[in-house]
């Protein structure tokens, strides 16, 4: 046995490694941003997946084979998971504010919890209940370009709409996805479902660009740019290969709801990078809503662990 593996296999490591994850998805964001004037979304999602799809290939080749068919049928439900979470996020931002996007997709941050009390008939503890309550509202801070809270509550309080809706069913996606990830991710080969969420992705990218192009939803472009080119790059290796590998292996060693305070660190490092790459500013309320959501994870990885899970 590897001498690092007690290490390696530890909810402190896992943690870690989340939170990188956390860091490569809140890169892609001035990065698809900019790709996005080169190419449409639906094939930016098809050729991204199908980028990874080749490079992952030769890492499973053989396991494809061997695999059983209840690791296929886990792989394929992930794969239509993370489709359908996407471009439901994307879809509803066509007809939303960021803002309320933003606050309606950290709901998953409450969901994740809920659903896994109704599964599994287990509270989270006290300590993990107070991190989420710090990370939800940390969340719409930092999310908003609101300079006062009278500001803020009239953004978040106008009417609710299509696009609103469309939101709610992505947050609903993704909960269901850290929960379902929970599950089957101790049970099958982390590479055999990471190649089927990345296979399923790129063919549903594909038939969901020509049906967008067909009903003339979003029409189909491609302008050959070196910001393309390195945006397909980092989606492609970095975040669906590697990233969703890493996500895949390590969510395993946390519990669901702690998984969801960790991935509510997106939009800190999405902030950040955003500052740095595109220039856009940090307001009082965005530095409050980092803390908040810093707090959060402090809480729940410190004071539970020291004084143990309920």
């Known amino acids: 046995m ?13 943690v870690f490694i989340l939170l990188l994850v956390t860091l490569f998805w809140g890169l892609t964001f001035p990065i698809i941003k900019v790709s996005l004037n080169y190419v449409s979304s639906q094939l930016f999602v098809a050729l991204r997946f199908t980028m990874a799809l080749i490079l992952f290939l030769p890492f499973v080749w053989k ?10 049928y886990a792989g394929l439900i992930l794969g239509v998971i993370v489709f359908l979470g996407y471009n439901t996020q994307t879809i509803g931002l066509k007809y939303t504010t960021a803002t309320k996007s933003a606050f309606i997709t950290g709901l998953v941050v409450i969901m994740i ?3 896994h009390l109704v599964v599994t008939r287990k509270l989270p503890s006290p300590f993990v209940l107070l991190g989420v309550l710090l990370a939800l509202p940390g969340i719409i801070f930092l999310t908003t370009n609101a300079t006062e809270f009278g500001t803020l509550l009239d953004e978040l309080g106008s009417g609710f709409n299509i696009g609103d809706f469309i939101t709610v069913i992505c947050a609903l996606l993704y909960a269901v996805y850290v929960l379902y990830l929970d599950n089957v991710s101790k049970k099958h080969s982390t590479r055999m479902l990471v190649f089927m969420q990345i296979a399923v992705s790129a063919v549903a990218g594909f038939i969901a660009a020509f049906v967008f192009d067909a009903t003339n939803i979003e029409k189909m472009k491609l302008v050959y740019d070196e910001s393309l080119l390195i ?6 290796l970095v975040v669906t290969v590697f990233a969703t590998t890493i996500q895949t292996k390590f969510q395993k060693f946390v519990t669901p709801s702690e998984a969801g305070i960790i991935y509510s660190f997106e939009p800190v490092f999405a ?13 009082m309320f965005g530095l409050l809503g980092a803390a908040l959501i810093f707090a959060g994870l402090f809480v729940t990885q410190v004071f539970e662990r020291k004084n143990g899970k309920v």
Do not use: C
């Open 113 to 115: 919890p809920v659903f």
């Open 271 to 283: 902030a950040i990078f955003a500052f740095f790459l595109l220039n856009e500013k940090f307001t």
């Open 2 to 14: 590897n001498k690092y593996s007690h290490i390696i296999n530890s909810e402190k490591f896992a």
């Open 63 to 72: 396991q494809l084979k061997t695999a059983d068919r209840k690791t296929y």
């Open 231 to 236: 945006g397909l790059g980092y989606t492609g």
